[in-house]
């Protein structure tokens, strides 16, 4: 079939690679000059495919009343005048119960072991130079009832064929020496050895290249404008050139694919159909590490501080915080400073924080559940959704591109 791939972030790229792969014919259209430019661009860049416990929970909903009155809590959550911020809030609050939060974790880890096996698969195939490394994760847990708390997830996770160890604060050390001189801050924490890193623009932009090479088209600079239907079917995109609003183009295929990240929901909307994600800001930056000076080897997520660091060729990505505040991009400077601070506490003199910190800033495309919708758009025969990873964008990209095809595949 002839399909058209919306949106050309880690998701999209994979989505449009899978198809491509498949022998259909794509089209990826992105507003954005290039792929991976928005919520992709500079992410955590951890493969956490063993770590993917939903954001709502019980424990979240203890904490709600925190997220609403703390201003430096790094789990946000303000409220805006918007209905669909609200209408996600309450989905948010269904979800969190121990029922559901163990269902979309099954759910996810499922769907992670998919994406493992898939992308594992197509870097064997393609080689794509995205700075790619198995080097394990340990999450550190601040306090010994965040501990008993991981312990019990992980007991969970081992009925899913996870392999994860509860360690001491002395075994986080020895796991990761780097941590020695943080070891008074926290209790012990989880040590999970098969876990990867890798960038997620270049990865994205080595699947948009062998799209390319498969024979399919890329738009870059052209936003979706409108639909032409009829029907539950959807005939045409019309696009709108970005550089110049006068510009318009269309494209006719077989099939649409939204995978436009927080963008999804406006789509969707153009369609008459309403789609539960809501975007979470987040927060990064990316700095050299100092030469001579023994940084940490893996991936490390400090509980405490809801940061987590990453080692990604020759650099430390820091990633932190989670807000629920619209779809606002700005960078305030405390976010930058915390992040800064945060990796001179926790690995002190490891990263160049006189260096440009490359501040970026993401809004990641969230379901109140934190399990990606993957399917046909409402009532639409030919609309089809990949979307609402979360945090987890990266991490279940290959695995839910690899289920969107073959449920085209299947029609």
């Avoid at 493992?116 to 847990?141: H, I, N, Q, S, Y």
């Avoid at 023994?294 to 915080?321: E, H, M, N, W, Y």
Wanted: hydrophobic share 45%; glycine share 10%.
């Amino acid at each position: 079939m002839k399909v058209c791939v919306i949106g050309a972030g880690i998701v999209g790229c994979a989505s449009a690679y899978a198809l491509a792969s498949a022998g259909h014919e794509v089209i990826l259209v992105d507003e954005a000059e290039g792929p991976a430019r928005k919520t992709s661009f500079a992410n955590g860049a951890q493969l956490s495919y063993s770590y993917v416990e939903p954001l709502a929970s019980p424990s979240t909903l203890r904490s709600l009343p925190s997220m609403l009155l703390s201003a430096s809590s790094p789990l946000t959550f303000r409220l805006r005048p918007d209905w669909r911020q609200w209408l996600w809030g309450l989905g948010f609050l269904a979800a969190s119960t121990r029922r559901t939060a163990l269902r979309g974790a099954g759910e996810l880890l499922a769907l992670a072991a998919l994406s493992r096996e898939t992308l594992d698969g197509w870097l064997a195939a393609e080689g794509w130079a995205c700075d790619f490394a198995r080097r394990g994760k340990l999450v550190l847990c601040p306090d010994e009832a965040s501990l008993a708390h991981q312990r019990r997830q992980v007991e969970f996770q081992a009925g899913h064929g996870r392999d994860q160890q509860v360690l001491s604060r002395s075994g986080c050390v020895a796991r990761e020496p780097a941590l020695a001189s943080y070891a008074g801050h926290f209790a012990g924490g989880v040590w999970t050895g098969d876990e990867c890193v890798a960038d997620p623009h270049a990865l994205a932009a080595g699947m948009a290249k062998t799209v390319e090479k498969l024979g399919g088209q890329i738009r870059f600079g052209w936003r979706a404008r409108d639909w032409v239907t009829q029907g539950t079917t959807a005939h045409k995109l019309v696009l709108q050139s970005v550089g110049d609003a006068r510009m318009e183009d269309h494209i006719e295929a077989d099939a649409f694919v939204l995978a436009a990240g927080p963008a999804v929901a406006s789509l969707a909307a153009q369609l008459r159909t309403y789609v539960p994600v809501y975007p979470i800001k987040g927060y990064s930056i990316t700095l050299p590490m100092r030469p001579g000076i023994t940084g940490p080897q893996a991936s490390v997520t400090d509980l405490s501080r809801k940061t987590v660091f990453a080692p990604l060729g020759g650099k430390l990505r820091i990633a932190a915080r989670a807000e629920i505040v619209g779809h606002d991009l700005s960078i305030p400077q405390r976010c930058v400073d915390e992040m800064l601070d945060a990796v001179e506490a926790v690995f002190p003199g490891v990263a160049d924080v006189s260096a440009d910190p490359h501040a970026w800033a993401g809004l990641r495309p969230a379901t109140p559940t934190s399990t990606p919708i993957v399917g046909r758009a409402g009532s639409w025969s030919n609309v089809w959704l990949n979307a609402g990873h979360g945090a987890l964008g990266l991490t279940l990209a290959a695995g839910s591109a690899a289920l969107l095809s073959r449920q085209i595949a299947a029609t």
